[in-house]
């Protein structure tokens, strides 16, 4: 369990001081009601060990916000890239919206100090915590999107994304990752990927998938469609056989 010193040290309680305008002031948004920043940023762990019923958890935010990035990223890619199909602009936002892309975002915003967490979490282990971290950063959409509105969502989703949808449209889509990677392993003669998916989430609709090679795993991804679960993993199975050389 952390100690009270490390608590202190680290985190930053949101409701003492003038927290609430420091932190709007750092991501660029001024809240109507700041109740829905404060739910943004409250771990179930924090609401499992509050004896107050009102307080919320950011699980709700999580998946509406999931579902806004899906949306804006979208809509983005549509109007900046005119002459791509639909399976190239997939792939793309597959790229923006992936775990790894949503916790970049969420350290470069230093969200870690800020969520409110039960008393086993550190500050430490939350920013190196992928899956908690990219969860704070659509907890935070979903907050800007029911707060202040669809337009505020999308000027934030640019804002704090905006390098990565910029590489991602001055990299060339050649082919879908998983017939790319198909293609390598065959280069190298090593056998067909296998992908094992499942639903692990029903209400959220969230699947997980594990890509084996050999019968050896090689990565692991979660997304909100089946396709696009297998699609996480074999970019990074890519990125792993590409770096062997």
């Not at 991602?168 to 065959?186: A, G, H, I, T």
């Amino acid at each position: 369990m952390a100690s009270l010193c490390e608590r202190l040290v680290l985190f930053i309680d949101i409701l003492e001081n003038n927290n609430l305008e420091l932190l709007q002031s750092k991501l660029g948004v001024k809240y109507d009601n700041t109740e829905k920043l404060i739910d943004a940023l409250t771990h179930n762990s924090f609401v499992n060990e509050s004896k107050k019923e009102e307080i919320n958890s950011n699980e709700r935010l999580e998946y509406l916000g999931d579902a806004v990035l899906q949306l804006i990223v979208s809509e983005l890619l549509f109007e900046l890239q005119p002459n791509k199909s639909e399976g190239d602009m997939t792939i793309m936002r597959s790229h923006i919206v992936r775990k790894e892309t949503l916790a970049d975002a969420a350290k470069n915003l230093d969200l870690a100090k800020w969520l409110r967490v039960g008393n086993g979490l550190i500050v430490s282990e939350i920013e190196s915590n992928k899956s908690i971290l990219s969860n704070i950063f659509e907890a935070l959409i979903g907050s800007i999107y029911v707060d202040l509105g669809y337009q505020s969502a999308k000027n934030f989703i640019v804002t704090t994304l905006k390098d990565k949808i910029i590489s991602v449209q001055n990299n060339e889509v050649k082919k879908d990752p998983k017939s790319e990677l198909q293609e390598l392993l065959q280069s190298k003669k090593i056998s067909k990927p296998n992908y094992v998916s499942k639903v692990v989430d029903p209400i959220k609709n969230i699947f997980a998938c594990d890509l084996y090679v050999n019968n050896q795993l090689v990565s692991s991804s979660k997304a909100d469609s089946k396709i696009q679960s297998e699609v996480l993993c074999a970019i990074d199975a890519l990125t792993i056989y590409k770096q062997k050389g």
